[in-house]
């Protein structure tokens, strides 16, 4: 789809995850919209020294219906000021895919969700080759 304003990430709370080494302010809005509680999703962006990067989370405290209703996805793509149409996320869970696509969003599998009704294309991780090449075609 062209026209990508802003994407959503979102990982499993608890999850490590490590900034690339050449990683720099993103060029486009980013935020995680998790199901875990607040304070896992902060002390998981802090360990993995993702917190000044990503100004923009919601996490499943701050919204009435978790996953897979769209309610996270909203709220993020509002606090960025995109319109879901125009918003990629990118998921590993089934759950978290069906709340994306509810939302009317472009949904990204990563490592194991590999197909399904609401997965768009796949990536086996984030890092891959193939992602940045399919990031570029946007």
């Not at 990982?11 to 490590?18: C, N, P």
């Not at 509002?78 to 895919?97: C, H, M, R």
């Not at 949904?107 to 086996?124: D, E, F, Q, S």
Request: charged residues 15%; aromatic residues 4%; contains cysteine.
């Amino acid at each position: 789809m062209a026209g990508l304003t802003g994407a959503v990430h979102v990982g499993r709370a608890g999850h490590r995850t490590r900034p690339h080494p050449r990683s720099r302010r993103p060029r486009l809005p980013i935020a995680v919209a998790s199901n875990g509680p607040r304070v896992l999703l902060d002390k998981s962006l802090a360990h993995g020294g993702l917190s000044r990067w990503l100004p923009v989370t919601v996490s499943g405290d701050d919204v009435a219906s978790p996953k897979p209703h769209p309610a996270c996805y909203l709220a993020a793509c509002t606090a960025l000021g995109v319109e879901p149409a125009s918003a990629l996320a990118v998921e590993d869970s089934p759950v978290g895919a069906r709340a994306a696509h509810a939302a009317g969003m472009t949904v990204l599998g990563v490592g194991g969700l590999t197909r399904g009704p609401y997965v768009h294309a796949h990536a086996p991780a984030l890092d891959d080759a193939a992602l940045r090449s399919w990031f570029a075609g946007w």
